[in-house]
């Protein structure tokens, strides 16, 4: 397996809604922000991947749109997922481990403020007429997913207040439940916001960064598109996607000091927590989610933060976990460290 690492991490704040600014406007100074922090121009880049949504923007293939941020002349190597820039993420390392080139950009954008009903858009990446629910709503089937943890006695809503209270202080007890047991402070205010990440390999990591972080394994498995037939109270795919990093990286989830988990709802970092052993890892440091989703970007800003830990020498050993489609469906493990193997 070819040497692959993190060089650079850049992101914007997470906003509530922008609406001063269209896609290419919020992810330019990001992406230039993260190309100086390595000394790189965008001629220097072999490869670029995104991930976003296009229906966020009411129309197909809005996603071309931010292509004017890159600068798609002369020609350059592309490729977009339709789903979280985690998996753009993916997509860039396997990429680089073909040989192909020795730099790739990858880039999210998530606008998830510009849906009035966001339950109105997130199927339609997930083969909506044939396969994904298009009812009931994704809180509906996180509550199903909280509850069915609260009834086999893994989870309390106490607990669940105490998860979200160290990343936002809007918790009430005493508020209505959306979908119960959750309430609206178990569930990740949606916003907008952009990340960019530099991947590089072997001696252009070790040239561009002082402190490269280097991916050791990376993994994501699905599960199938039916709620019905899965056991909710277990996260199966994440424990495989973390089985076979762990091969790839030569330690284990549980060997790492920082984790940086993708929890859009407040149950979902207990069960996290429990399917990967993060028993001595610090959850989130960054604030998380709960603290703030820009959905399509959430996934690749873990994978950032937790090579951000790597590179500043805070941590030997980081996770980043991504997730896409309802109830914890399909789920990417990514192991970091600071020396390669």
């Excluded at 100074?29 to 229906?55: K, N």
């Excluded at 280097?214 to 795919?237: F, K, M, N, Q």
Aim: proline share 6%.
């Amino acid at each position: 397996m070819r040497e692959v690492a993190v060089v650079s991490y850049a992101r914007s704040p997470f906003v509530p809604a922008d609406r001063e600014h269209d896609m290419a406007e919020i992810v330019q100074p990001v992406i230039r922000q993260a190309l100086d922090a390595c000394g790189l121009d965008r001629d220097h880049i072999d490869f670029f991947a995104s991930g976003s949504h296009d229906f966020y923007e009411g129309r197909t293939f809005s996603y071309i749109e931010s292509l004017d941020a890159v600068g798609a002349w002369p020609p350059i190597s592309e490729s977009h997922v339709e789903m979280d820039a985690a998996w753009a993420f993916a997509e860039a390392w396997a990429w680089l481990q073909l040989g192909e080139g020795t730099t790739a950009l990858v880039y999210g954008i998530g606008r998830s403020s510009l849906a009035a009903d966001l339950d109105q858009v997130m199927p339609a990446q997930l083969d909506p007429y044939l396969l994904a629910p298009l009812r009931p709503h994704r809180d509906a089937l996180a509550g199903l997913q909280a509850r069915a943890l609260l009834d086999a006695g893994l989870i309390s809503e106490p607990q669940l207040a105490e998860v979200v209270s160290r990343y936002r202080a809007d918790v009430s007890m005493a508020s209505p439940y959306l979908a119960s047991p959750l309430r609206a402070h178990d569930i990740a205010p949606p916003g907008d916001a952009a990340a960019v990440l530099i991947l590089a390999e072997g001696d252009t990591a070790r040239r561009l960064a002082a402190r490269p972080a280097w991916v050791r394994g990376l993994d994501h498995r699905i599960e199938t598109h039916y709620p019905g037939v899965r056991d909710l109270t277990c996260s199966a795919s994440t424990r495989r996607a973390a089985a076979r990093a762990a091969e790839m990286a030569g330690f284990a989830a549980a060997d790492v000091e920082v984790a940086e988990l993708h929890t859009e709802y407040s149950y979902q970092e207990p069960l996290l927590v429990s399917a990967l052993g993060l028993e001595k890892a610090a959850v989130n440091p960054s604030g998380g989610p709960l603290a703030g989703r820009p959905a399509t970007a959430t996934g690749l800003i873990r994978i950032g933060e937790a090579a951000r830990r790597i590179m500043d020498g805070s941590e030997e050993k980081a996770l980043a976990h991504a997730t896409n489609g309802p109830a914890l469906q399909h789920n990417l493990v990514c192991l970091l460290a600071g020396e390669p193997r």
